[in-house]
């Protein structure tokens, strides 16, 4: 069952704040997100695990949870470089490796 | 450190061939993934490999795709008579195998851009 993200679309000014979502219907085992610029292979930003704690790094940030199965992607004083579209991969526990991607949320950075 | 290699880059080919695409993992990573991708869409996962094993093929995936990783390294993936709706970029993965199987990051490559004419 894929993962629907929200919002589909997001228009920023430099500077502004984001949140994606990513909610599932199944339990989870973890979250992985990832950005993709158009062209470009999906780069990985961060994953989630079941039991483990808010993750983050510069001014991206996510967090995850169990019991209602979904995530979130905190985007803070966004830069240019975070347009992109952007999509959550989710792993079963009782199929792990195996990512099921959301259909992905476009940010667009604006000067 | 290299990072995931694809190729061809692009493949352009008529309706009724059979294509070959090539993926070199990250060279500790034993794990290999395939998924597809369309305009718009989320990648769609088609099959994975814990060394040379194929663990899993999607249910949506027709009998004339196919992917081999025999000595558990590279691996390729065959699409037999190509139909129109085989247009979609072809991307790999690969990662380590964490606990539990999973929890490791997947690193993609550039991907193998398929056109049916």
């Known amino acids: 069952q894929q993962p629907v993200q929200s919002p589909q679309a997001v228009i920023l000014r430099e500077g502004e704040d984001a949140v994606i979502n990513c909610s599932s219907s199944?339990?989870?085992?973890?979250v992985h997100w990832y950005r993709q610029k158009h062209g470009e292979a999906p780069v990985f930003l961060m994953i989630?695990?079941?039991?483990?704690e808010q993750k983050g790094h510069d001014k991206i940030s996510a967090s995850f949870n169990e019991k209602k199965q979904q995530s979130s992607l905190y985007l803070t004083a966004s830069q240019l470089s975070y347009s992109g579209t952007y999509f959550c991969?989710?792993?079963?526990?009782?199929?792990?490796?195996?990512?099921?991607f959301g259909q992905g949320t476009t940010l667009q950075v604006k000067p | 450190d290299t990072g995931v290699s694809q190729n061809p880059r692009h493949k352009i080919t008529k309706r009724g061939q059979n294509v070959t695409f090539r993926c070199d993992p990250i060279?500790?990573?034993?794990?290999l993934y395939w998924y597809r991708q369309t305009l718009g869409q989320g990648p769609e996962f088609l099959t994975y490999?814990?060394?040379?094993?194929?663990?899993?093929k999607s249910r949506l995936l027709s009998d004339r795709f196919s992917a081999e990783r025999p000595k558990g390294s590279f691996s390729t993936l065959e699409i037999q008579r190509t139909e129109q709706g085989d247009s979609a970029m072809y991307l790999c993965?690969?990662?380590?195998?964490?606990?539990?199987?999973?929890?490791?990051?997947?690193?993609f490559g550039d991907g193998t851009r398929l056109s049916i004419l």
């Open positions: 060279s500790e990573h034993n794990r």
């Open positions: 989630l695990l079941k039991g483990g």
């Open positions: 490999f814990q060394n040379e094993a194929q663990l899993e």
């Open positions: 993965a690969s990662s380590l195998v964490g606990g539990q199987g999973g929890g490791q990051p997947q690193h």
């Open positions: 199944k339990a989870l085992y973890s």
């Open positions: 991969g989710t792993e079963s526990p009782s199929n792990t490796g195996k990512l099921i």
